[in-house]
Nanobody, 120 residues
């Protein structure tokens, strides 16, 4: 079993910054892709940014130039530095990991979500 624990959400004013962290633990042999999705009220969950173990990054156009994803592969941790936040960034942010477990299965794993609210 794999657990993803997120931290770093909160309330911030427009133009402010937040840094999200997510640490994976448990029966992990390898993590291929690790990243962040978000879901705003009444909307579908969408990819924010994801990074593969060899450094390839995919992100949604609306966050390019403002959000930066990074990983510490040795610690099974992913970070999302969010700058120049806008009210439309308000959502629950979910950590995601594509994991090969020690038992050999390949699982999509999700964190519990952390709320990010951008408001004055």
């Amino acid at each position: 079993q794999v657990q993803l624990v997120e931290s770093g959400g909160g309330l911030v004013q427009p133009g402010g910054s937040l840094r999200l962290s997510c640490a994976a633990s448990g029966s992990i042999f390898a993590i291929y892709t690790m990243g962040w999705y978000r879901q705003a009220p009444g909307r579908q969950r969408e990819l924010v940014a994801a990074r593969t173990s060899d450094g390839y990054i995919n992100s949604v156009d609306s966050v390019k130039g403002r959000f930066t994803i990074s990983r510490d592969n040795a610690k099974n941790t992913v970070f999302l530095q969010m700058n120049s936040l806008k009210p439309e960034d308000t959502a629950v942010y979910y950590c995601y990991a594509d994991v090969r477990t020690n038992r050999g299965s390949r699982d999509d794993c999700w964190g519990q979500g952390t709320q990010v609210t951008v408001s004055s």
